[in-house]
């Protein structure tokens, strides 16, 4: 077989991901729906014009696509994508994810109702990786918690957007926590203890303005209310969470998960051993659109890699980066600029993976830091988009009773997490020189 030449950075190459990227924004803009179009259908769009403007003869393209869409990094995450549907659509059959929110109301006195759906969301969110799952989840609570006494739906919205994003950011089954530790090929354990330092304080801030924000609310809604849980159902997060945080493998994480959930319905009937088979299948098939979507964008990268459209924006952003911090700039800013283009923080991810990779090696980056930036601005910019997933579904339930700019307002932790990030990035080396002296 022949060897694939590399050819010379230039623009032309960044054509098909452009068109690909163009293709996704332009049709949710001018439907106003960012989800309309399929992302793995505008994949294909950029691969077909990659197909056509590259002089490879067509054996070669293809050999480049496969290679790409076959790469080890992709492979593993669309396996781990696979686990991870399977064991939220189990916990969601057995429960699970009604136990944690009746379980938190159950507890939450009114001075704390802010606080407490900040802590509720933020489990939820970490403990079944969406976020978009989270608000769907408890958006429709907390609207009818709005009204009652002095309760402001915009803090509470706030509150439920911040604690969704925060889960999200950290959890170890979430599709973008997956995305950037097998973009730099990091363990999820060391991205979470990365990623902890930067978003706990930031939490901590927050959810000392809500306490404040709460301390004069008075209202008997959550005293006439009765919730139905069982604490047990929620064994199988709590599991997934420990040993994820101690390192063990994330497929034998979510395999344990998995079998634990899967018992736990079987002996409490909710379903059969051959029912939750085809559960697990079910949450296979849920995962089918982001699967495909790494895949096809691996092989779309290496076409455009293979052709001098990575080296081409390497060179462009080298200009602006002097030091290991600019570089870690260099890379929120890449990532978040693709974010703001597409308003989808996994597939920015996966977009910008490779390219944050090559800076962080040549800088001498730590993997788990840059999975951790990459992770994080992702997170802020989808939280604060007003075309984003999360933002629209709140705002849509909200029925109109707030705009977007009470909720941006009020979502304190994605704005104090900015600032802490940008802060931390900026001071760590001064503090790290001080350690070693």
């Given at each position: 077989m022949n060897k694939l030449k590399q050819i010379a950075p230039n623009f032309t190459a960044l054509i098909p991901l452009l068109v690909f990227v163009i293709t996704f924004l332009g049709i949710g803009i001018y439907k106003d729906d960012f989800y309309l179009l399929p992302a793995p259908i505008a994949v294909i769009v950029g691969i077909v014009v990659a197909f056509l403007i590259f002089k490879q003869s067509?054996?070669?393209?293809?050999?480049?696509?496969?290679?790409?869409?076959?790469?080890?990094?992709?492979?593993?995450?669309?396996?781990?994508?696979?686990?991870?549907?399977?064991?939220?659509?189990?916990?969601?059959?057995?429960?699970?994810?009604?136990?944690?929110?009746?379980?938190?109301?159950?507890?939450?006195a009114i001075q704390y109702i802010y606080l407490g759906i900040f802590l509720i969301a933020a489990f939820l969110s970490i403990s079944t990786g969406t976020s978009v799952g989270a608000i769907v989840t408890l958006a429709p609570i907390v609207v009818g918690f709005s009204g009652q006494g002095d309760i402001s739906l915009a803090v509470l919205c706030g509150a439920l957007l911040g604690g969704s994003m925060f889960g999200d950011n950290l959890s170890v089954i979430s599709d973008t926590t997956i995305a950037a530790t097998q973009s730099l090929d990091c363990k999820m354990s060391d991205k979470f203890?990365?990623?902890?330092?930067?978003?706990?304080?930031?939490?901590?801030?927050?959810?000392?303005?809500?306490?404040?924000?709460?301390?004069?609310?008075?209202?008997?809604?959550?005293?006439?209310?009765?919730?139905?849980y069982s604490v047990i159902k929620i064994v199988p997060y709590i599991l997934v969470i420990l040993l994820s945080v101690i390192g063990v493998n994330v497929f034998v994480t979510l395999f344990f998960g998995i079998i634990s959930a899967g018992?736990?319905?079987?002996?409490?009937?909710?379903?059969?051993?051959?029912?939750?088979?085809r559960i697990a299948y079910t949450g296979f098939t849920n995962m089918t659109e982001i699967f495909l979507l790494s895949l096809l964008t691996g092989g779309l990268a290496a076409l455009v890699e293979r052709n001098g459209g990575i080296d081409y924006i390497l060179n462009k952003i080298k200009v602006l980066i002097k030091s290991k911090r600019s570089a870690q700039f260099g890379i929120a800013a890449l990532v978040s600029t693709i974010n703001m283009a597409i308003a989808n923080n996994t597939v920015s991810i996966i977009i910008s993976g490779p390219i944050a990779k090559t800076i962080n090696d040549e800088y001498g980056l730590t993997n788990r830091k840059t999975a951790s930036i990459l992770d994080v601005f992702a997170c802020i910019i989808q939280g604060i988009l007003p075309y984003g997933a999360q933002v629209l579904m709140i705002l849509s339930f909200s029925e109109g009773r707030i705009d977007y700019v009470d909720l941006i307002q009020n979502t304190w932790y994605l704005l104090i997490l900015f600032v802490t990030t940008i802060l931390l990035i900026s001071f760590e080396p001064l503090f790290t020189k001080k350690i070693k002296k």
């Open positions: 067509i054996n070669e393209k293809i050999e480049i696509l496969l290679k790409g869409c076959g790469d080890n990094k992709i492979l593993t995450m669309c396996l781990i994508y696979l686990l991870a549907g399977a064991f939220a659509a189990i916990t969601k059959s057995t429960g699970s994810v009604d136990a944690i929110v009746n379980l938190g109301m159950d507890y939450i203890k990365e990623n902890i330092k930067i978003a706990l304080p930031a939490a901590l801030i927050t959810l000392v303005i809500l306490t404040v924000q709460g301390l004069d609310l008075s209202s008997s809604i959550l005293d006439d209310v009765d919730y139905d018992i736990l319905g079987v002996f409490d009937g909710d379903f059969t051993v051959m029912e939750s088979t």
